[in-house]
């Protein structure tokens, strides 16, 4: 992949001087995506490109210095440097030929990382501003991710912090685009992003329960930047999957742990965990000391994700590296997790069939069944 190159040279996992290579093994296990923001995974190039075409100006217009000053906001230890780039990224996307290729290429690089089926989420009210009417937005994504030969899906996002409205808004619009252009996968399911802290999922109780009533999975980021009670609300409101709940681990020590962990594990709600991003984002202090290893033993259904290849300086094998060097998981580990997130996966059963089957393959290749 051409854009891959720069954002590779970027990508050194924190906390490591010297980051081993990414095994083999791991690069050729099936693996399967759940968390990646289409508007934080676009290709250095591709911003470029987008930029140049679309007079949105820059910090640089030299590719691997434009790869530099997104991993110093990603490592600047502050959320807000961390969103700098979401207006630059945002702004590139604005117009349907730029949506159309930016999802493209995402799922073409997750399946250059190994991915047998990937499901990608952008908040597509977010290109208002730029002149972009939601259902075009999201016909636009569509398409782009019908294009790449890789099992792919869109979950819609609705911005926690606007008003109930707004998210009921995103909400009907997920809900009108279920099939996707000539019958490909359409949008699979819904999403709460943007700032967690002061915005409970509660205050959207309403949109909630449409998308419910409708039938379409619900995925909260939650968890992340508060507290491990978000996650119970979540699946209170109805989740199945959960972004990041990384705080819950917080919650295992205290007297109310074992009462939490049972309603957890009893909902089957699975935990979509994005190493780097939290240690970037300080929802984690390390790799080493992430609370992704206390929740794997105490049992919570969990897999390892991106979050944002380009904002975060990451991929899909940097993650899965990174928790075998650091967080001492083993490859049989990280293997069960891909299981996992097939069994939470919103996408259609004819697209998930044949990627248990390259998972089955996989096993027992390497002696794993
Ligand atoms: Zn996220």
Redesign the pocket.
Known sequence: MSGMSALEHAAAPLHSALPSPVLPALAGMPKVLL?D?LD?SLRVSTLLQLCQRRGVELPTLHAADLAQWFRANANAGSLERYLEGFALTVAAMGDLQALEQVAFEAAEDARAEGCVLAEF?MAPLLLQAHGVAPDDAVAAMLAGLARSALPCGLIVCGMRHESPERVQEAAELALRHRMGPNRSVGVIGFDL?GPERGWPASGHARALRLLREAGLPITL?AGEADEGARVLEAVELGAQRI??GVRLADLLDTPAGPEALQRIRASGVHLEV?PT?NVQTGAAASIATHPIRALWKAGVSLSFHT??HLISCTNLNLEGQALLDQAGFALADLFAMQEQALDASFMPTHATEPARRALHEWARTHDLR
Do not use: L, T
């Open positions: 968390h923001h934080g989420r992003a980021h972004g990041h994005c991003s979050d944002n």
